[in-house]
């Protein structure tokens, strides 16, 4: 059993976008139908790049999602859902137990269902920490919702 510190999102914990474009962006997110249809919404002929594995990426010419410009995301309403949970990401509590010999007590824990989620969160996001009270059902919704995630459970 592991002991290593990850990092799980707290109780209370406060995050604000800051739009610094430094993080999230430059990497190549894994999209759906779903997210394909909302982006061809605004860029109808877009084509994402298609990995050797048949993963649909936003991955443009310079190795990065072609939608960051000037550090910022110009599909902001329409981007891709694991790009609307970051810098969070759900999994369900029972991977953590089995990841971990004990659970600290203030660990944000969502039930939905007869599952229980906790959140890991990217470390390196500098809007962690700033604003507002994180709403962790929505984003436990919004991750649910998401058809690519149903089909591919952790
Ligand atoms: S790294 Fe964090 S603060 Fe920066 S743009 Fe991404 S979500 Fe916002
Ligand atoms: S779609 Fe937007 S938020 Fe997602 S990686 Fe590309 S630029 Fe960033």
């Given at each position: 059993?592991?002991?290593?510190?990850?990092?799980?999102?707290?109780?209370?914990m406060l995050?604000?976008?800051?739009?610094?474009?430094?993080?999230?962006?430059?990497?190549n997110?894994?999209i759906?139908?779903?997210?394909?249809e909302r982006?061809?919404?605004?860029?109808?002929?877009?084509?994402?790049?298609?990995s050797?594995?048949?993963?649909?990426?936003?991955?443009?010419?310079?190795g990065?999602c072609?939608?960051?410009?000037n550090g910022?995301?110009?599909?902001?309403e329409?981007k891709?859902v694991?790009c609307?949970?970051?810098?969070?990401y759900?999994?369900?509590?029972?991977?953590?137990?089995?990841?971990?010999e004990?659970?600290?007590?203030?660990v944000?824990i969502?039930?939905?269902?007869?599952?229980e989620?906790?959140f890991?969160?990217?470390?390196k996001c500098?809007?962690?920490?700033e604003?507002?009270p994180i709403?962790?059902?929505g984003?436990?919704?919004?991750?649910l919702?998401?058809?690519?995630f149903l089909?591919?459970p952790?």
């Amino acid at each position: 059993m592991l002991t290593v510190d990850l990092p799980v999102a707290r109780r209370g914990m406060l995050f604000k976008c800051k739009l610094c474009g430094q993080k999230c962006c430059n990497m190549n997110p894994e999209i759906d139908k779903e997210d394909l249809e909302r982006i061809r919404k605004i860029f109808p002929s877009f084509k994402p790049y298609v990995s050797p594995e048949g993963k649909m990426l936003l991955m443009g010419e310079k190795g990065y999602c072609p939608f960051l410009k000037n550090g910022l995301c110009i599909i902001h309403e329409y981007k891709p859902v694991i790009c609307q949970l970051y810098p969070f990401y759900p999994i369900e509590k029972k991977i953590l137990d089995n990841l971990l010999e004990e659970i600290p007590e203030d660990v944000e824990i969502v039930g939905y269902g007869l599952e229980e989620y906790v959140f890991l969160f990217d470390e390196k996001c500098p809007g962690i920490g700033e604003g507002e009270p994180i709403d962790f059902m929505g984003l436990l919704n919004k991750f649910l919702q998401a058809k690519h995630f149903l089909k591919n459970p952790l």
